[in-house]
């Protein structure tokens, strides 16, 4: 059908942000009424689909992996310099706005706001009103960004839609306390190995990172946490595992788990 792969929170909040209207293309919903099933990375994708109609039973939950092996933490960072880490493109949909506002008014001493990735022309207005706040590392080959994940206490995910964001898992395999909003997509567990609060809550965002910045023990008990979530169940290996499955039970008429 030549449809796009991006689910409507996704679209919609692009257009909000850009300020330009946004209407469900036809052909999206064509082709999910054409599946017999869906797959989908993480509870906001499924809430997505069942705001449009589609039936809970056709959807199966597959969440994505993270090479545990390249991603994994550090015993010595090397330095006491709190940094906050911020992998993906630099753009109004992944929250950049409300992210630097979050770090001016958390005001932390001797700390460091690092952005790694792309920057997107519609977020350079922001990024000059904040010109000094963060240090941007530019766009890095996804081969060589784990290094950052060595170098930092915690990453941040403020995005305002995403089906699943990789990166919040490769933070967790590094052993980060993750800071990710409801519509990331992600697998962090509010207070077990990180925090999740709303998209475009700046207070709520800051609050987060000055607790964490006052506290090193909750930041490697966050760490640990969200390590050992991802080695019991969201390596690859997981991924593969749980894909074979779903598609050896539609193959026997059988209702994917």
């Not at 941040?156 to 995403?162: F, K, R, T, Y």
């Not at 609060?197 to 910045?213: N, W």
Request: proline content about 6%; charged content about 30%.
């Amino acid at each position: 059908l030549d449809v796009p792969s991006a689910h409507e929170r996704y679209a919609r909040a692009v257009a909000e942000e850009e300020k330009r209207p946004f209407a469900l293309s036809e052909r999206l919903r064509a082709e999910r009424r054409l599946a017999d099933w869906i797959f989908a990375p993480s509870d906001f994708v499924i809430g997505c689909l069942a705001e449009d109609g589609v039936p809970a039973e056709r959807i199966v939950r597959i969440p994505y992996g993270v090479d545990a092996e390249r991603f994994a933490p550090v015993a010595d960072r090397g330095d006491a310099v709190f940094r906050v880490l911020v992998v993906g493109q630099i753009s109004l949909m992944k929250g950049i706005k409300y992210l630097l506002e979050a770090w001016r008014l958390a005001g932390l001493p001797d700390s460091e706001l690092v952005l790694v990735g792309d920057r997107h022309p519609l977020a350079e207005p922001v990024l000059r009103e904040h010109a000094g706040r963060f240090r941007w590392a530019g766009a890095t080959p996804k081969h060589e960004v784990d290094r950052f994940f060595r170098e930092a206490d915690v990453l941040v995910h403020a995005s305002l839609a995403e089906g699943s964001a990789l990166v919040t898992d490769e933070g967790m395999a590094s052993g980060l306390p993750v800071v990710a909003t409801t519509s990331s997509g992600s697998v962090v567990r509010n207070g077990v190995d990180g925090f999740v609060i709303q998209p475009r809550d700046p207070e709520a965002l800051a609050e987060k990172l000055v607790y964490l910045h006052a506290r090193p023990d909750e930041r490697r008990r966050l760490g640990t946490a969200g390590r050992a979530a991802v080695e019991s169940a969201y390596t690859w290996r997981h991924y593969r595992q749980r894909v074979a499955a779903a598609y050896r039970a539609i193959l026997a008429d059988e209702v994917p788990a």
